[in-house]
């Protein structure tokens, strides 16, 4: 989910941070800049596309055989949604979606600046991928601290204005600038080069519900989930984007237990019983009720 640029809020609540960061000279390409992730062992096995009938684009974490953690934005809409993985060849498969589980303090239809919920999502998939996959274990992350690198890949395009660059697994450097309060609690991860001031690495369309994780190839950890994004500071007024600037992240070490409990329902629902209708379509997500 893309915003306009929250200037404001990330000046007044970043302003230290910014002043203080040291800014290292090493190369930051971003998912909206083209570091394709070729690796037959890397994130292919771990990072999928969600995919909606309406036209939608989500990226997604493999955190069981067939359970896919995503940001609740990605599936609020009453449509029909697949997943797509692709194998040690680089070679697209779509698996559809049974059901889905938003977290039930989600509020859909509210922008990411008054979204009071959090922007969380599990999808049961209608069959369990197999050994070519590997998930990724959403227990024991931890917080994200402020300083820290960590590292996001996703789906989705590499500008706003390229559309048709979108479907390619990318990935990039970034690091963690602190919390930001707007209605929600996020996480904020940029460009460690840039950090902000101009256009760098970060999410853009498409890359919404992918992970944010820490570690390295054949050691990553999923420490986050990505909600939205804003522009950088410095934009040209002619061409504002709401990319490559701050990315926001639902950081999932403050919702274990959600997903530890919601992922352990959804194991246990057979896909004869997820309700659905037509080809997936309308009420197939099963939501519990709302905490009060």
């Not at 640029?5 to 002043?19: H, I, N, Y």
């Not at 909206?32 to 995919?51: K, M």
């Not at 989705?156 to 048709?164: H, P, S, T």
């Not at 274990?256 to 037509?278: F, M």
């Amino acid at each position: 989910m893309l915003v306009s640029p929250l200037r404001k809020a990330f000046l007044g609540a970043f302003s230290g941070v910014l002043a203080g960061a040291a800014l290292l000279p090493s190369p930051a390409r971003a998912v909206i800049q083209g570091e394709v992730s070729r690796d037959p062992n890397g994130l292919r096995a771990s990072v999928v596309r969600i995919e909606s009938t309406q036209g939608e684009i989500c990226s997604g974490t493999l955190i069981g055989p067939d359970l896919v953690l995503t940001a609740a934005h990605c599936v609020m809409h009453r449509a029909g949604y697949s997943v797509v993985v692709v194998d040690r060849q680089f070679r697209p498969r779509r698996v559809g979606a049974a059901a889905a589980s938003m977290h039930p303090d989600f509020v859909p239809g509210t922008t990411p600046e008054d979204q009071p919920g959090v922007d969380l999502a599990l999808i049961k998939l209608s069959e369990p991928l197999g050994a070519d996959f590997l998930p990724l274990d959403p227990r024991g992350g931890g917080s994200i601290a402020t300083g820290e690198s960590v590292d996001i890949a996703g789906f989705g395009v590499v500008a706003e204005n390229r559309r048709n660059t979108a479907r390619t697994l990318r990935q990039a450097h970034l690091v963690s600038i602190g919390s930001l309060q707007v209605a929600n609690r996020v996480t904020v991860v940029t460009d460690r080069r840039r950090m902000a001031e101009t256009a760098g690495a970060g999410a853009c369309l498409g890359d919404s519900g992918g992970p944010i994780l820490r570690g390295g190839p054949g050691g990553y950890q999923i420490v986050g989930v990505v909600s939205w994004s804003s522009g950088a500071m410095q934009q040209n007024t002619r061409m504002r984007t709401a990319c490559g600037g701050f990315t926001a992240v639902t950081p999932i070490g403050e919702h274990a237990g959600w997903i530890a409990s919601r992922a352990a329902e959804l194991a246990r629902l057979q896909v004869s019983e997820a309700p659905r209708e037509r080809a997936g379509r309308a009420d197939w997500m099963a939501r519990p009720a709302r905490r009060r």
